[in-house]
Every structure is written in C-alpha cells, then in structure tokens.
C-alpha cells in the first residue's frame, strides 16, 4: 500500500472506532486512561530505549541542545504524563450532558446535547508527550484521534502509540480509535488533511510554519492559532504597583510561550513615573527594551524601537515598548499589530475597564491580570489542547468542551406541523 | 479595477464596518432593520420596476416557470421580508451577553462574553429576499455582511441593496456594513472566497452543486449542508396512528425541503398492521412509493426500490419505505444513508428512545414528533440563517446566535501567574 492508501485506510478505521467511543460511558473512557497512565509507568524502560534511538539519530543529525531536551522522554516526563491523564479522567465527562430543555408553544420539548465532534488529526512538532495528552483528551470527549508527530520523534511516538493500543484493547475498546501515523514522510500530512470524508477535525501544534502548511492544504477544518502578540495598556488610572508587577510577570514568568508579553503601551500621563521604575525591574532579570521616541527621552541608554518591532512575537526576553496618548490610541494600536490572542488593560477606572473588554479584539481579555492567564488551566478549563485565534467554533484556549458539538434533542407526544 | 481587486476592496472595507457595527447597541441595531422594513414598503414600486428587469431576461432566457416563480418579488414578498425584519429586531441580541461568572481559587473572575464573528460572506441562489432576510440577521448579529446572489436576481438584488444602504446611513452607520456584490461574473465568487484576510465565515445557501463549489474553492471556513435524507423509524411499541400522521405530516405537509422524510423505516412486527394504512393515505395524496421487497410483500402494487433510492434526496411526493428487523438494523440503515440532517424515531419503549436520541448521528434527533420540526423558528432559535450538518461550531439550524462566538474575559485584581 502506498502512504495516501495508508492513511486513508486508517481514517477510516478511526471513524467507525469513533462511533464505539462516542458511545462509551465516562466510567469506560476512564478506565482507558488510567491503564495508559499505570502502563506508561510500568513499561517506561523501554519507552526510555525507544526514545534513545531518537536521540542518539537527532545527535548524529547535530540538532540543537533545545530540540534534543524538548524530544527527551525522562522520568520527570513519564510522571508528568502519568499524571496529566489521572487529571483528565477525573475531569467532568461533557458528553451526553444537556443544557436548559425549552418547551415550544405546541408542547415539543427542545434541548441540545453535547456529542463528540468524530475524528480528530493532531499535527504536532517534536515532544513525544504530545502523544498522551492530546490522545486522553480526544478520547475522554469521546473522539477518535489520529496523531502525527515530527520525524525526529518517531520511535519515541510509536512506543507510545503501543501504550495506548494496549490501553484501548484491555478496556474492550478498538485500538483505531487512537492511532499514530507509522511513517516519517511527510506525504502522510497531505494525505491526512485530504480524508474529509473520515475526519472532522484537524488541529496543529507547532510552529507558525507548521499551521500555514497545515491551513493552505486542509479540505478539513482547522482550528489553529498562528502566533500571540500580546499587550498591557498601563491606563493613567491605574495602580503602578499593580501595573509594574503585571507588566513584569507577564513578560518574565516564562517568555517562551504564546501568552506572554511582548508589547508594553503605557499612557502619556504617567510615563514618566511608572517606566523608570518597571524599565530597572525588567533590565534586572535580562530584558532587552526597545522603546518608541517618546519612550526613549525617558529611558535614554535603551534601543530605538523600528516597525518590525510592533508586530514581533519575541518569545524571548525582550520587550518593545510604547508611550501612547490615550486609551483609544492603544486600542488602535491592538487592533493593528494584535494576534486576537491575549489583551490586558491596568486600570481602576470603570468606564475604561469594560470598554476594553468590551471591543479589544482577543481571545481573552483581563482587566488588573496578567496575560499568562490565557491557559485552559488557569481559566477553568481543566487541560487543554491549544488555544484558537480563529472565532469559529473556539475562541481561546480549548478543553474538552472544545471537543465536543452539540445536536438537538426533541421530544415529542405525536406533534406535527401546521 | 478588475474583479478580483473590486472584492478585495469591498471585503476590506467591510472589515473596517464590522468593527463600527460590532460596538453598536441593540437599540442602533434594530433601527437599521426597522428603517429597511420602512424603505422596502415606501420604495415597492421600484423594486417592483427592478425586478420586472430581471423577469424580462428570464424568460427571454427561457428560465422554467419555477425558476421565474422564485426570481419574483411581489406584494407578498415585500410584506414577508418587511415583517421578517421587524420580527428579527425585536428578538434578543446576543452580543455582549454573557453566561455565569467563574470565581478562580485566586480571585480571578472568568466569564464569556458573546461577539459577532466578524465578516461573513453569503452566497446564494435566485431569491432576491435572502438578500434581505440575511442582511437582517448579520447585522442584527453585529456582524458585516458580503451577499452575492444569484446572477439571474441581478437587478432586484443591487435595489434591495440601495435600500439596505438607505437604511443603514439614515442610522448613521456605514453602508460598507451590508454590501451587494454588484456584477453577474462568476469570478466574483472565488475572488470573495480567497478573502481570508477579511472574511470570517462563509455560508453558502442553496443546491448542492453551488455548495460543492464553495467548499472546494474556499480559502474562509464554510458553514454548510448539503443534503437532507431523513427518516423516521416506526418502532413495533409505536402507536400506529401516531407513527402514520407523523409519517404523512413529514412527507406531505411541505416536501420540496430539506427537513421532508425521505425513507420510511417499518419494524417488522407492525409492518403488516402499519403499511397498508399508511400507504393508503400517502396515495391519496399523490405520493409514490418504493419499497423492498418486504414492503412489497405487504403492498404488492407499488414500485420495487433500487439501491438508488436509499441514498436520494427526492425534494418531491416520493417516499422509500423498508421493512428492518429491529432497532439496530434501522440505525444502521440510518448510519449508512443518513446526511446527519433530521431523524426521528415513533416509539413507546423508554430504552429505545433513549438510545436512539444518544446514539443517531444528526443535528437533530426526535422522538415522536415530524421532521418538520428542524427549522430555527419552530425549534425557539427566530429566524434562521439556514441549517448545518457538519458540527463544527454549529450543528443544525442556525440563529442569531450562531452567528456569533466568545471570548474570554477576565476580572482580576492585580493577579499574577506564580
């Protein structure tokens, strides 16, 4: 069989697995995750020996020491896994729920109920630990799930992917309803995003290259964001204490990631006191600064902002920043170089504070919060599976409701139409 | 300027609108929609005019009486669109509603806020009042709107257009908000659906060839169905006489649309009892029937079906009748011919109506009542900007409310992320 024979056979397969899963109570789909969890435990010697010959192929192939850590199965990943799918199977099962029944004028009672979206493709760069925890939640929503990991991670993926088979079977499930893709080439992407008869769903993780493929060859929907452009707006009203710990937070608690800060927009009125002080917290842990003019006749030894500063996602420790003359001119500023990702205001005043929350275009927006909130833990959520800068269907970081759809139920006594 | 840079221009200018409209109150909102139902009662005559344009062509075109039926506006068109518009701006708006408020363990508020979706484009047949009905809900909805309609509407289609401008401009918003695209070319229609840039959704109303077009040209997620192949299962615990005026009501009552019954599904053991009379009064109002050959054991005179029958999508006073086992061989017959469209089960047995809700694959799912019944208003959603099946964001008919989507917003009091 050629690849595109493959993976058509597997999807497939995954959609009639689908149809069993979507049908299994929380209780089995439980049962699944913890075997994974205790068999990930019992069996990580040889996921260990698997991972190796990733490694010892990524060292020979002279990756960077950030790629080689990130393809590493240790046992602090094993634990971390173990536990993410403990977690995930004690969460509440969206499936089957139903919300408020309305009664219609002729006495049909209308409700809707939340039922797995089918199959879903994950597309994913090279942690082997996305594996798990996109498997547990595909399979605790009831999906069926087809996993595409990079390359790199190959043998790493597949071991896991036995954990899983393993897990699936002793809970009396088929195995097809988690698979991973056996095969390095990069065919088996395009071939997947082409099974719009089988698969409802693609979501990839990685890159902003990665998604732009994934988008511009898909016939299947993706949800997706391609990168986090983040703001706080330091309003004149507001407490500089409280700005100065968010702004700092939000750009150094882990600067690597999609919802930390990148640009800093301080209002005119209070530049002057408040950027000294923050500007020698932030050059304290390492930040570079990077200001606009106005920035830089306070701050006077940093650099000269230019255009490809405002709309840069840094993920590092550096942060551009920006004196502006009013709330409006940050809002404008957002609507520009923003990634509808995460936007904070620092403010006490009322009127302010639910404007922008009102019309800042953004996944999630906070008012006296720091941006590192966008995370599917932090608000609630439970684990997440990546957070969506496209409004359709999800908008901001999706959980395992986020997995779901929702169909009406009907119940009726003999109605017809009129 | 060529086609494709007219449709860039009109898509990005309806961006700059959808940010103007998406802050607007309900109040400004329903005075547009109430100005239009005025302007379209003042202004009859000349749409009249307009029209008769385009009814000229057409038949000197040659179009079928049908198509020309379709293509007219008269009085009654112009009350029903006038009154559909008045009946939408005294709905509920959705947008800036929010749902409970979550208290995180360090005093962070969670809550989701409803926004419109942005820009959606629509495309659609030969009824120039979609033109009206569509404008009326996406602004209503907050959201900017690209129409394009039917060639053959042309004329009618840019005079509903004017009144919509009128209509918005007397309220003091942009007429970019509700735009008409103004030329017959069909090369409009991949220019618009390249606009991913500016365009959030597309919806394509209309046969399933025009649907096909749009899915495989778009570069904008769609919101689509293509067909409704609906059954009903008559469960041996039906009350009979329940079971056929819910047969007949789904066939008859109105069977050129996508909610009609399609295939009768007859347990065995009230086949004998159930398909003489049910089939006595289809005939009685015309309806041909085609049946297996167990139906045909029961009625004798009526045409054998082919393996072209389960599938079809009649739209006309045809009906496929099959005789199964049991519950299980209707769902699978349902699983395998279904379009995820409607599907209802006759029955008095608790377990079956139970499992035939969970498990049957469809946007909407019914016990005991008609068919009919999948439609936005009769279902408590207002009108409706016609019907899903594919489940992502938004599985059956489709209200104001699915033009819309959440963010995240967040109320905190300086927290930050440890």
């Known amino acids: 069989m050629d690849i595109a024979q493959t993976i058509q056979q597997m999807a497939s397969e995954a959609k009639k697995a689908a149809a069993v899963i979507s049908r299994c109570t929380s209780d089995q789909k439980n049962r699944v995750l913890t075997a994974m969890a205790d068999l990930l435990e019992q069996q990580a010697e040889w996921i ?8 010892e192929r990524a060292a020979a192939a002279g990756l960077s020491a950030a790629m080689i850590d990130r393809l590493t199965v240790s046992e602090k990943t094993i634990a971390s896994m173990a536990a993410g799918l403990r977690e995930v199977a004690a969460y509440a099962d969206p499936v089957g729920t139903m919300g408020e029944t309305q009664i219609r004028p002729n006495g049909l009672r209308v409700a809707r109920m939340r039922i797995p979206l089918g199959v879903i ?69 395009n071939a997947l995003l082409a099974q719009e008869e089988y698969v409802d769903l693609i979501i990839p993780r990685g890159g902003e290259g990665l998604i732009r493929f994934v988008v511009a060859h898909s016939k299947i929907p993706v949800l997706k964001h391609y990168k986090g452009v983040c703001h706080v707006f330091v309003d004149e009203s507001a407490d500089l204490g409280m700005a100065e710990a968010i702004a700092f937070n939000a750009k150094v608690q882990r600067p690597g990631v999609c919802n930390a800060l990148e640009t800093l927009l301080v209002h005119q009125a209070v530049a002057e006191k408040f950027l000294p002080a923050v500007a020698r917290r932030m050059r304290a842990a390492g930040v570079e600064l990077r200001g606009c003019d106005r920035t830089l006749a306070l701050l006077p030894d940093i650099t000269l902002a230019t255009e490809a500063d405002w709309p840069a996602e840094y993920l590092d420790l550096i942060l551009a920043v920006k004196v502006v003359d009013d709330m409006d001119a940050a809002m404008a500023h957002i ?27 953004a996944s ?10 966008n995370d599917g833990g932090q608000l609630g959520l439970g684990a997440e599976m990546g957070i969506s800068t496209s409004k359709l269907h999800a908008f901001g970081p999706m959980g395992l409701e986020e997995l779901t759809t929702r169909k009406f ?9 009129e």
Chains 1, 2 share one sequence.
């Open 335 to 361: 609507a520009r170089f923003g990634s509808s990702h995460t936007e904070a205001i620092v403010t006490s005043d009322y009127h302010r504070s639910q404007r922008f929350l009102r019309e800042v275009d």
């Open 48 to 55: 260990f020996q698997e991972n190796r010959k990733d490694l």
């Open 121 to 189: 493709g994950i597309i994913y760069e090279s942690r082997p630990n996305v594996t798990i925890d996109a498997a547990g939640l595909c399979l605790k929503s009831g999906n069926a799930v087809i996993l595409r990991g990079g390359s790199e991670a190959i043998h790493s993926n597949q071991a896991l992917a036995g954990i899983i088979a393993k897990a699936l079977e002793s809970a009396g499930l088929p195995a097809q309803a988690a698979q991973v893709i056996p095969t390095e080439d990069r065919q088996a992407i």
């Open 409 to 417: 139920v009907v119940l009726g006594d003999g109605q017809v139409r």
């Open 364 to 373: 999630v927006v906070l008012v006296n919060a720091s941006t590192r909130f």
